[in-house]
């Protein structure tokens, strides 16, 4: 076990750069302030010490908003053929959902054809959009597991997704 322990450290230096936030599967979907609460408190508790709960905040927008994963970002893919998208045109379907106000999220890709939401694009590492997110700013700690993610979605009654923002 000795031996094992640089490495544990390193990893754990590693995933501190890391923000772990989550956010409804539904962009739009916004949760009350009690439901909120009762996720953030579950959440808190998943974290390994004070420093990590002192980073931890729920936020509400007006409206819908890029949740990007920073330099995790490794590639974006269409959910219905599996082609890669090149981030000029990510970038630009973006732009023009934006400069309506994300009022739709629904693209045209241009490899099958498909009506899709950017939301349900294929990226790697996760990322989204949302109106609402709990992020916690030094988790001290990697991915939820599948299990505290239901118990998650459990608390605020709506399903998330997590993404790890590296900064
Ligand atoms: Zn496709």
């Known amino acids: 076990m000795e031996e094992e322990r640089p490495l544990a450290g390193t990893g754990r230096r590693a995933m501190s750069d890391n923000y772990l936030t989550v956010i409804p599967t539904d962009p739009y979907w916004r949760p009350s302030k009690d439901a909120a609460d009762r996720a953030a408190a579950v959440l808190s508790r998943m974290l390994p010490d004070d420093d990590a709960r002192r980073?931890?905040?729920a936020t509400w927008h007006d409206s819908v908003e890029v949740v990007?994963?920073?330099?995790?970002?490794?590639?974006?893919?269409?959910?219905?053929?599996?082609?890669?998208?090149?981030?000029?045109?990510?970038?630009?379907?973006?732009?023009?959902?934006?400069?309506?106000?994300?009022s739709t999220l629904m693209v045209t890709v241009p490899c099958c054809h498909a009506q899709t939401s950017l939301n349900e694009l294929v990226y790697d590492w996760p990322m989204g959009f949302a109106q609402f997110r709990i992020e916690v700013l030094y988790p001290n700690r990697a991915w939820l597991t599948d299990e505290e993610l239901a118990s998650l979605t459990d608390a605020l009654g709506h399903p998330l997704r997590q993404i790890l923002i590296h900064i």
């Open 55 to 57: 980073g931890l905040e």
């Open 68 to 102: 990007f994963c920073g330099a995790n970002l490794e590639k974006i893919s269409c959910p219905h053929c599996g082609a890669q998208f090149t981030p000029g045109w990510w970038g630009e379907a973006v732009s023009e959902r934006y400069s309506e106000g994300f």
